[in-house]
Nanobody, 128 residues
Framework: QVQLTESGGGSVQPGGSLRLSCSGSGVSYTGNCLGWFRQTPGGEREAIAA????????RYADSVKGRFTISRDNDKNTLYLQMDRLLPGDTAVYYC?????????????????????RGQGTQVTVSS
């Protein structure tokens, strides 16, 4: 069974930083993409950062581009999301996931995405 476990969430003031970690067997997943999506209360699940397993390329949602960085440490089998210059609008539950999808599209950056391979989520709250 593929597993992913997030850690590193918490509360931070606007402009601050947090680093999320994701560990487990799913980090060495050999599908299409590995990354992060987030969900606000009552909101959609928004994909925000992806690491494409075949090419090693990275992609970010416009909402986080230039502020968030995705990386993976293969030796530690851990995926990271470095979040800088956090905004109140970044408040959400953050999920580590593999091969999320929306309708027939794999690893999209639109729509209310879903994934059969994801962690339990970690809360990030940005507030003064």
């Amino acid at each position: 069974q593929v597993q992913l476990t997030e850690s590193g969430g918490g509360s931070v003031q606007p402009g601050g930083s947090l680093r999320l970690s994701c560990s487990g067997s799913g980090v060495s997943y050999t599908g299409n993409c590995l990354g992060w999506f987030r969900q606000t209360p009552g909101g959609e699940r928004e994909a925000i950062a992806a690491l494409y397993i075949g090419s090693g390329g990275r992609r970010y949602a416009d909402s986080v581009k230039g502020r968030f960085t995705i990386s993976r440490d293969n030796d530690k089998n851990t995926l990271y999301l470095q979040m800088d210059r956090l905004l109140p609008g970044d408040t959400a539950v953050y999920y580590c996931a593999a091969d999320w999808y929306y309708r027939a599209t794999m690893c999209p950056f639109h729509g209310d995405v879903e994934s059969r391979v994801r962690g339990q989520g970690t809360q990030v709250t940005v507030s003064s």
